[in-house]
């Protein structure tokens, strides 16, 4: 199992990941329809996993600070 400290690391690279495709993504040119899509999916994909992360983060915060 993780630890709160390795989730939050993993966020932390998500986000960075996420933020460098939408600077690629602002300055991009237009592709072939299949280059688009593949460029939008992946997108959507950091997108998922920067929110699963930060629920997962958010997750392991509460069961630190529930009594147990």
Known sequence: MATIDQKKADLEGAIRELSNWEDY????????????????????SLRNRVDQLAREVQDLEKKQVEPS
């Open 25 to 44: 993504d602002a300055r991009r040119e237009d592709g072939s329809g299949a280059q688009d899509r593949r460029h939008e999916e992946r997108g959507e």
